[in-house]
């Protein structure tokens, strides 16, 4: 069987949380938004423009040219609550395709596919249009006629999925900590999601319960959106909670939350520290617990310094 070619794209490097999961109550969500503050339907979009697109052999074969990319960031951003025009709230749109790629017929009778993710960005139009909200989104349809059309469509359903997620991000921003905090609850992965992460920045203690049940969360994702989370409020309760995920057998998953706990410091942490730095089987565990412990070191005697410069 022939090994499906994929055409990786040109982007401008930036980090981006990639969702495949479809919003399945966006509708409700995005409409219940509209009028929030924060919401997405406070947000005018000025323009839209392609970035970073360097079309591969797919998307020049089936005519995705700018003007397509374009209309597609358009109409997604509309059809997830967004305003065109001038506005009290103007901001600037930017997408870009990330990756394409053709799927041939993977058995008899069945049918090739075509799949393609996009970035889209919005960004202030005032003040330098710095503090940009990515998302991105991904598409796979089925070439049943068409191939051009096939692409257009996935292109299209990428953009809007896209835009979903930048509506979930500007509703979630609007929102209070105990609104947050209940969404932490929904049934959506992608609410859950973006709750973290505006809980995340507001850096709330109140949140740390609701984000310790989140460590067990269905989607690892958001498990793994948490663990930052926790990382940056920085609270104790959040050491034992770690220490047992950290049990799960990944060495990556150990070393990261070693230096998470070390961040955050307190007695259980340390002892837990020396414990792996001790005993632990993989090298990369034993460095993250070591280093760490270095860091507690040097905070401490930080604070000792402080003491005396004062007395």
Known sequence: ??????????????????????????????????????????????????????????????????????????????????????????HRAEISVTSVR????????????????????LSPAEAGGEGAVRETGS????????????????????ARQAAEGLALSFSEDGKTV???????????????DHAVRVLADRRSPAAVPALLERLKDEDRRVV??????????????????????????????????ARIIGDIGGAEAEGYLLTLEAGHPDPRVRTAAREALADLERRAADRKGSVAARK
């Open 1 to 90: 069987r022939a090994v499906p070619r994929v055409h990786p794209l040109r982007s401008r490097g930036h980090s981006c949380y990639s969702g495949a999961v479809r919003v399945l109550a966006a509708t409700a969500v995005l409409l219940a938004a509209a009028c929030s503050r924060g919401g997405p339907g406070s947000v005018h979009v000025v323009s839209v423009r392609v970035t970073g697109t360097a079309f591969g052999d797919a998307l020049h074969e089936a005519g995705v040219d700018d003007a397509t990319l374009e209309t597609a960031g358009r109409q997604g951003l509309a059809g997830a609550g967004f305003r065109a025009g001038e506005g009290k709230r103007p």
């Open 102 to 121: 053709f799927v041939p017929p993977e058995s008899l009778g069945a049918s090739p596919r075509v799949e393609a993710a996009v970035e889209l960005a």
């Open 139 to 158: 598409s796979a349809v089925a070439v049943s006629g068409d191939l051009r059309q096939a692409w257009r469509t996935a292109i299209q359903r990428a």
């Open 178 to 192: 105990a609104a947050l905090i209940a969404d932490l609850s929904s049934e959506d992965a992608r609410v859950r």
């Open 224 to 257: 793994h959106r948490a663990i930052g989370a926790l990382a940056q409020i920085g609270d104790e309760r959040a050491v034992p909670p770690l220490i047992e995920l950290s049990r799960s057998g990944d060495p990556a998953l150990t070393a990261r939350v």
